[in-house]
């Protein structure tokens, strides 16, 4: 499978973003994270035209929990993106990359009040309340530093998006957000209203990741437009904004048909100004925040085939100088990819293998592959691994973090260097009684 803006070139190489990855490969080492940057940019567009087209008001945030390095916050800025961070690493990265706090909405089922504190001095846009004690935590926080904290609240909508069970968040049994069906939702709402130092802008939700139909998020904007109208009713409150979350599917494999981004606007608007007529509320400004869909196929990993060993009637394993460390998605959700052999990207597959990586676990990457005759010393290429990879990569048996370059044009340029050994034992510390 070849996803766009790639090819295979005469010597039968894989091409991504004009770059041949055998010549990426040999000249950046591996395992090595290829991200084209000309996807990345043409998905942020995508998106933003598309809602550009249907309302008057939106805001596509990036969700930075996909990928996030300081060179993205500079690409999400230049395509006026919003920025979604959930942690201190993500709101510090952005601050650092100098991406504009007021567009940044800080998310997350535990703030400490550290972070509150960080958010709140940076006057960041948004914060998103995800629970009673958290709001008054963050009132508290705000009068603490004298600043006016500006939210949202997360909504637990009670949908179970048809997804993997550990990236699916909005049914009822969740430890993300305000349920509606008990009635949190509408108490914090109003409890809201009432903290000191606290300004409420409207509600939030996010259903789950990897969503390959489009009714999760039409369902999502039905249920909380309702629930919008009926906070309007209960205490005149008018929500200015109303942020879906993110979610949309991308293609990891051949068939996997995920909708469009136009698709998914042209439903996820329809039934959102629909909500909104129904109950003659104002059109509330609808913010995105898709992570995995505006990253996850600009990126290809590299490795390099280490050992071939053929088990006689069971199988053939191949290993890889990576695996878990780089990318736990196999061993966390089963995740299932499609790989080539790079430096022979023009030949038929026809071995079908085990991928393994270098781990001291059964880290099988791709239980049945089919490559082209994989021998030591190939590049193995893994196709649409820009989202949630180097996000969730580990120093698991003290493996160093790849490195990763950006692609445009027939160029290449670093944007993550590959850590070294010496950052391996950084902050290791040796107590002067074992010295
Ligand atoms: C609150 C929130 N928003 C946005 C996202 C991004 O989701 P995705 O990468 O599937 O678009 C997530 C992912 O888990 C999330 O938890």
Do not use: W
């Amino acid at each position: 499978m070849l996803l766009p803006n790639q090819s295979v070139n005469s010597d039968g190489h894989l091409i991504v973003g004009g770059c041949d990855t055998v010549g990426l490969a040999r000249e950046y080492d591996t395992p090595l994270y290829v991200l084209d940057e000309q996807i990345v940019r043409q998905n942020c567009r995508q998106y933003r035209q598309a809602f550009a087209q249907r309302l008057p008001e939106f805001e596509i945030a990036y969700a930075s929990k996909a990928l996030m390095t300081k060179a993205i916050c500079k690409i999400m800025q230049q395509e006026e993106m919003g920025l979604d961070v959930a942690s201190q690493g993500e709101l510090y990265t952005a601050l650092e990359a100098g991406f504009a706090p007021a567009k940044i909405k800080l998310h997350g089922n535990f703030k400490k009040p550290a972070l509150l504190r960080m958010a709140l001095e940076h006057d960041i846009g948004r914060i998103v309340a995800d629970s009673i004690p958290e709001l008054e935590l963050i009132s508290e926080v705000a009068t603490e530093v004298g600043k006016r904290a500006h939210i949202l609240i997360r909504i637990t909508p009670g949908i179970k998006a048809d997804t993997h069970e550990r990236i699916r968040t909005g049914q009822e049994d969740t430890k993300f957000g305000l349920g509606l069906a008990g009635g949190a939702a509408m108490t914090a709402a109003k409890l809201a209203l009432d903290l000191p130092d606290v300004a409420l802008h409207g509600f939030n939700c996010h259903i789950g990741s990897q969503l390959l139909h489009t009714d999760g998020f039409v369902r999502a904007a039905t249920v909380v437009m309702d629930f919008i109208a009926q906070v309007g009713m209960e205490t005149g409150y008018v929500a200015e904004q109303f942020d879906i979350g993110g979610g949309l599917g991308i293609r990891y494999q051949e068939d996997d048909m995920p909708p469009t981004i136009d698709r998914l606007a042209e439903e996820v608007c329809a039934a959102f100004t629909a909500a909104a007529d129904h109950h003659n509320v104002p059109l509330p400004e609808l913010i995105l925040e898709p992570g995995r869909s505006i990253v996850g196929e600009a990126g290809v990993t590299l490795y390099t085939i280490g050992v071939v060993k053929e088990i006689p009637g069971i199988r053939t394993y191949v290993s890889v100088d990576g695996g878990l460390s780089d990318n736990p998605r196999p061993l966390l959700y089963d995740a299932e990819y499609e790989v080539l052999i790079a430096n022979r990207a023009n030949q038929q597959p026809d071995c079908i293998v085990r991928v393994a990586g270098a781990h001291c676990e059964t880290d099988t990457l791709f239980p049945e592959s089919n490559l082209a005759d994989p021998q030591p010393g190939d590049i193995l290429a893994v196709q649409s691994t820009g989202a949630y990879t180097y996000a969730m990569a580990s120093n698991y048996n003290r493996f160093t973090k790849p490195a990763m370059v950006l692609v445009s044009d027939g160029n290449a340029e670093l944007i993550v260097t590959r850590e070294g050994l010496e950052d391996l034992v950084r902050h290791d510390v040796i107590p002067q009684r074992l010295a």
